[in-house]
């Protein structure tokens, strides 16, 4: 049982430190080339709308608008 528990743990450990090198290694290629992105998502973006200007539209009357918010 020892020898099971123990090299499951060495295993375990091998495995860590291969995939905190290959996180770093990614981390740096991602800062290094200075690509980002962000992605937002909204109720709003189920009905394909912009909330500035589906506020009371005929596409979303105001009454359904907060329905929306409980998505």
Do not use: C
Request: hydrophobic residues 40%.
């Amino acid at each position: 049982m020892t020898v099971i528990l123990f090299a499951s743990y060495t295993s375990a450990i091998s495995q860590t430190k291969e995939m905190n090198y290959v996180l770093k290694k990614d981390v740096k290629w991602f800062t290094d080339t200075r690509f980002g992105r962000f992605i937002h998502w909204t109720p709003m973006s189920v009905i394909d709308q912009e909330i500035g200007w589906s506020w009371g539209s005929d596409e979303l009357p105001a009454e359904k608008y907060p329905a929306m918010q409980r998505f």
